[in-house]
């Protein structure tokens, strides 16, 4: 089946500091999806990507849809403390009968003040 | 985007117990999901479920141990078993309003078998 790495998986930063992390496939999706999820609480979707290339922004998170559909990657400006959480990439490829999404194991950011 | 309440938010069971989440959703959704959450990994589809039929179970899960209803678009229950220590984790449910779209996720149940 489809297999999602995901990196880094741990990322200890300073507030103020860019973040990179991406996802890669050893197969093709024709979505990929970013997520949060805070201690706690369910992942919470950040930005959906449709299209191979597409970039998208949302307030300080920017993602890529890579242009291969293997792989995606998301950045987040200028850390604060509350960006504090592990972040989930997810790929569909939703065709086939299969609409499931393929989750990355996650990476963990520590945001020190 | 659908909200997605699910109850209880947590557990503490015994263990050869049972415990039924609940997932409710404000509008009718295609596609609603189980998965677990293990401590510090990611998310393990458990099954889709299909509203008036049978949940669709991926491997190394099984009917008897999660059995799941969906009586309609909006909601689904799910049951963990004759609970172990093992069972805890967090259990998620997760809607896609329709197929090929994005999924969102339930704040999650946290469950602690004893």
């Known amino acids: 089946g489809q297999q999602l790495n995901q990196s880094p998986q741990s990322m200890f930063i300073q507030e103020g500091e860019d973040v990179s992390m991406n996802c890669t496939s050893s197969s093709i999706f024709n979505t990929w999806l970013w997520y949060k999820q805070d201690p706690g609480e369910g992942p919470v979707l950040l930005i959906a990507l449709y299209k191979a290339g597409e970039l998208t922004s949302n307030g300080r998170l920017t993602a890529q849809f890579g242009i291969t559909r293997k792989d995606s990657f998301l950045n987040i400006s200028a850390s604060i403390p509350s960006d504090v959480g592990i972040y989930f990439c997810a790929g569909q490829l939703n065709k086939g009968g299969s609409y499931i999404p393929t989750f990355g194991r996650g990476t963990s950011l520590i945001v020190h003040p | 985007s659908a909200v997605i309440s699910q109850k209880p938010s947590r557990d503490i069971c015994q263990r050869g117990t049972s415990l039924t989440i609940q997932c409710q959703v404000d509008s009718q959704v295609t596609m609603m999901f189980w998965y677990r959450q293990q401590p510090g990994q990611s998310l393990t589809l458990i099954a889709t479920a299909n509203q008036g039929s049978e949940a669709t179970y991926e491997s190394g899960f099984v009917i008897d141990k999660f059995p799941i209803s969906r009586p309609n678009l909006t909601f689904s229950t799910l049951t963990v078993s004759n609970m172990s220590p093992e069972d805890s984790s967090i259990y998620l449910c997760?809607?896609?309003?329709?197929?090929?779209?994005?999924?969102?996720f339930g704040q999650g149940t946290r469950l602690t078998v004893v």
């Open positions: 997760s809607v896609a309003p329709e197929l090929g779209f994005e999924a969102f």
